[in-house]
């Protein structure tokens, strides 16, 4: 009869940890930006800005849908 060992994790959860650490202070660095209006005064906004907006929403929406399994991902 063959035993296994308990597999040590350790490794994989401090990783893990600090992975999700570094998703925490991006999304709270957007979360503040996003409050500021993306650093643009509404009378200053042009087309340029929509289209940043724009990109940055489709690569989170990327995020989000692999995150939830929608989009592309859903199942």
């Known amino acids: 009869m063959t ?3 308990a597999a040590d994790n350790s490794k ?4 893990f940890i600090a992975a999700r650490a570094e998703i925490d202070t991006m999304l709270e660095r957007l979360k503040a930006l996003s409050d500021d209006h993306f650093e643009t005064h509404p009378d200053e906004i042009h087309w340029g800005h929509v289209g940043t907006l724009k990109l940055y929403a489709g ?3 990327q995020i989000t849908d692999s995150a939830f399994k929608e ?3 859903a199942a």
């Open 3 to 5: 035993t296994r060992r």
């Open 12 to 15: 994989a959860l401090d990783a």
């Open 71 to 73: 989009g592309e991902h």
């Open 59 to 61: 690569l989170l929406r």
